[in-house]
Structures are given as C-alpha cells and as structure tokens.
C-alpha cells in the first residue's frame, strides 16, 4: 500500500503567448506556424504552502517560483526545500500495490484549477531514516486538468525451460514457464526477466540483488549471464556468490545506474542453469522446487534496497521406473538383467541414436529401479535371462506428462505410459507390459513418481524325464533305427551279390 498528498503551492491564471525573438519578431516552426508558450501569470502563493515569515515574508510567489530551475535536479531540490512547509494535502488514501505484470499503482485527482503542485508519497517519507527525505514530484497545472501519480516499481519474473529430447533436437525448448520435467542427470535452464521502474532516471543510484533457493535435488552450475537484448552485459557489473546469506546463490548488482541500457522500464534476462542431480532429488509430488525474488532501490534519494518483487518459483519433475521381474504365475523370478535406453533426437542433419540410462543386474532380485526418467521414447531390454526361461523381446513405450502450471504440480492422470512399437504407435495386441503410475505417495507407502510394470519370462520347453512313458519314447525310436540299419544293410549285400 501507498499513499500521496497533494500540495497546491503556487495558483495563477493560464495564458498561451506567441513566442518572439530578441527583435520581437514572431518565431515560426518549420511549417512557417507561430509558436506559443504556455505560461502561467498572475502567480499567487497557494494554500498547500505554510508562509512561514523566516523563510517567505517579503517574497512574492513570482519571485520563489523563479528559484525552480528548468530541470528535473532543479524541480526535486526546490521541493524538498519547501518540505517541510507544506500544509493542507489532499490525500490520496491508501493505493493498493499494483498488479502482477503492472509496473505502476495509479491514482487521480480531479478537477485542479491552474497553478504548480506537488506530490509527496507519504508513505515512503514516513520510513525516511533520521535526516533524510523522500524525493516529492513539482507539477505545473495550466488547465483543468487531471493528475496521475505512478509509484514506479520493478518487474520481475523467472521460468524454466522445457523440451523433449526425445522428439527435439538438443537446443530446441517448446515453451518458457513454471513447470518442466527432465532425465535424471540433464541440465535445467531458467531464465529471470527484470525490468526497471519508470522513474529509473529520478535515481542517483539504484542497487539491486537477486536471492535464489534451489531444492537439494538440483545443483548450481555457476553459469549466470546478463544480458540486455542480445549484447551480454559485461560481468564487472555484477557479482554472483554461491552459498551466500543462506541462498544457493545471490547476484549483486550494487549499481545499476550506468549499466549496459539502464534507463526507465529497461529490460534485462538473467540466465543459468541446475543439474538435476542433487543429493535429494523429488520424484513425482511435489516436484524439485527453484525459487527467486529482487530486492531493489525504491527511494529516489537514497537509493538502497528498501523493494523487494513477489517471489518466483518453478518445478522440474522427474519420475522412477520400476521393473518386477515375475513368471507366468506372477512369483518373483531371481536372475535377470535389464537395460534402460531412452531415444535421443540429433541436431538438424546429425542421427538419432540410443542413449543408455542404465544397465541393472538383480542377481537374486527381482525387483529393478531405474531413477529419473521424463517424457519420451524408451526402450527396455532383457541383457540376462534367467536360466529355464525364454528371453523376452525389446519392450518400447513412451512417456507423455501434462503438469499444470497453476498448482504446480502433477494431476492425477497427468503422467500417462504405453507401450509402442518400434514406431511408437500405441499396441493394442500382444501387450507383454501393463504400466501404473503413482503420482504422489500414498499411505501404503508407494513412492511417488513412480512408474511399474511386471516383465513375465515363461518358462522354456519341458524336455521328458527318465523312466515311465519318457524311456518307452526312446526305446521305441531306438528299435526303429535298429530295424533301419538292419534293413539298409541286408538291401546293401544283396546288390553287391
């Protein structure tokens, strides 16, 4: 909240004169046009100025007016001179700060008759340290006229970056916003937006710092870069310290005044990135969590860093994949080994290849986690089969996850698996893996994130046993042969007679 007084200091009479020169010719424009001046005579003090007689007696409104010099430094120093005489405001009462995407909280004052004006934030002079005062605003009324106050602020906002590697190449991003999910392993891109105030150019000095938390889950990789459009701003303008005031990371820009296209409503990007790779990575609800906000100069004259933005804060999700190795009957099966690739798409004329996740062995296990998968195209594979057991064909399926960028979070059918072909067409026939997904953890204690499947190996062909029908079998066929032989060679000597 904010709030302004409005000060009536001098009132007058509105006139618009032709301008003339030094010989008292009219001055034209371009266009061959007289050229007015809007002035204001008949100067009178007006009632929002205590005339105080050490300061005012014997001078005459035209005569103060006059000390104002034509410049905006001119302008601040004569009304902060005048401070502290200022009676009778109009107030604005309290202004509510402004809206997300606004850089300005308005308010109006109607139906002002001609003369000078100023505006002071109270506000802001009521948290002044001792001997310090808020810059006020000189404003000259010529007509009836309308006046807007806009308490300039900083803009400042912050996403990541999400893409499919499976479907994109490696710098191809489908969209910029809160929620992403990535591969255990990949790096997470963010990218912060700041604009400066309107009223940048009313600061003698601005300093501002950005304060980022990181989940443990995600990892710093020191990569900051300021840019202003597309020119990089050179970094003896900032400062980056990891671990700095319990952050995982502070940027220090202690002046802004002078940087690279400072100036009013200014634009800057801040990029970096995280390994998704930490010590305590989130899978599935509620996400691995980056959050960001501004601390900044809101005080014209004294600059600091009394400001500080909402703050910003973005989700990667990632998902684990769980193979139970059972047989037909659906008892666990000891002995198998499995390798999780996932499909990579290559830059623009480069070959899309297989990209190992992990190859897991369960030696007497039966259950096989494979951590840290995002939307895709993967492929599983039986590298080991358990002895008695047909191997099992390539498993292919694909990963499709629609986060929602309000909760930031994972609805319930948010994450969906299928099994595919080789062309990632969903099968409906011979369907050898049915996927369940579990989102957020539940009571029973299943984790969340998770993604499970039972892989069955059937067992190979029973070959017969000694003894009973089997011994018959052979003795059978081992008395054919005989007779065979006995047949061929009896048919051999009577030729040779």
């Known amino acids: 909240m904010v709030t302004y007084e409005l000060y009536q200091i001098f009132r007058g009479t509105f006139a618009s004169i032709a301008r003339t020169d030094a010989n008292g010719d009219p001055v034209t424009d371009a ?12 100067l009178a003090y007006g009632n929002g100025l205590k005339l105080t007689d050490e300061k005012y007696d014997g001078k005459t409104a035209e005569e103060l007016a006059a000390t104002i010099t034509n410049t905006a430094e001119g302008a601040r120093k004569f009304a902060n001179d005048i401070n502290a005489d200022l009676q009778n405001g109009v107030s604005s009462g309290e202004i509510p700060a402004p809206e997300e995407g606004q850089s300005v909280a308005p308010y109006t004052w109607n139906n002002l008759s001609e003369g000078y004006y100023i505006i002071k934030d109270v506000t802001t002079a009521a948290n002044m340290p001792e001997g310090e005062t808020a810059d006020l605003v000189v404003v000259q009324v010529l007509d009836n006229v309308e006046i807007t106050a806009k308490s300039g602020t900083v803009e400042f906002d912050k996403n990541v970056a999400d893409r499919n590697d499976s479907t994109q190449a490696p710098t191809v991003y489908d969209k910029w916003g809160k929620v992403s999910d990535y591969d255990v392993g990949d790096d997470v891109p963010y990218q912060v937006t700041i604009k400066l105030p309107a009223n940048f150019s009313s600061y003698k000095t601005y300093q501002m710092t950005m ?18 459009g597309d020119q990089v701003v050179p970094k003896e303008k900032y400062t980056v310290t990891k671990n700095s005031n319990g952050h995982t990371f502070e940027i220090v820009f202690a002046e802004v005044v002078g940087m690279l296209g400072a100036a009013d409503n200014a634009e800057y990007t801040i990029t970096y990135s995280a390994k998704l790779n930490g010590s305590n990575i989130v899978y599935g609800n509620p996400g691995n969590k980056n959050e960001a906000w501004l601390t900044y100069s809101n005080n014209p004259t004294t600059g600091g860093e009394g400001g500080t933005t909402p703050h910003k804060t973005t989700v990667t999700f990632t998902y684990k994949f769980e193979v139970d190795k059972v047989d037909k009957d659906k008892k666990p099966l000891a002995g198998a080994e499995f390798k999780l690739e996932k499909y990579i798409k290559a830059e623009e004329g480069g070959t899309d290849s297989w990209k190992t996740l992990a190859l897991q062995s369960g030696g007497e296990g039966t259950v096989f986690t494979f951590a840290g998968l ?22 292919y399926f694909r990963v499709t996850a629609t986060e929602d960028a309000e909760t930031l979070s994972l609805p319930a059918n948010s994450v969906i698996v299928k099994q595919t072909d080789e062309n990632w067409q969903d099968i409906t026939t011979n369907v050898t893996a049915e996927f369940n997904v579990t989102l957020t953890k539940v009571d029973d204690g299943k984790d969340a994130g998770l993604i499970d499947t039972e892989v069955v190996n059937q067992s190979g062909t029973v070959l017969p046993s000694t003894g009973g029908i089997g011994t018959t079998i052979f003795y059978v066929v081992g008395g054919v042969l005989v007779l065979a032989a006995i047949i061929l060679l009896v048919t051999k000597k009577r030729m040779s007679e």
């Open 374 to 395: 995002d939307d895709g195209y993967y492929r599983i594979t039986e590298t080991k089969t358990p002895a008695g057991y047909n191997s099992i064909n390539p498993i």
């Open 31 to 42: 266009n061959g046009q007289p050229v007015y001046d809007d002035t204001l005579g008949n």
């Open 211 to 228: 304060h980022d938390d990181m989940d443990s889950g995600l990892v710093f990789n020191d990569d900051v870069k300021v840019w202003f």
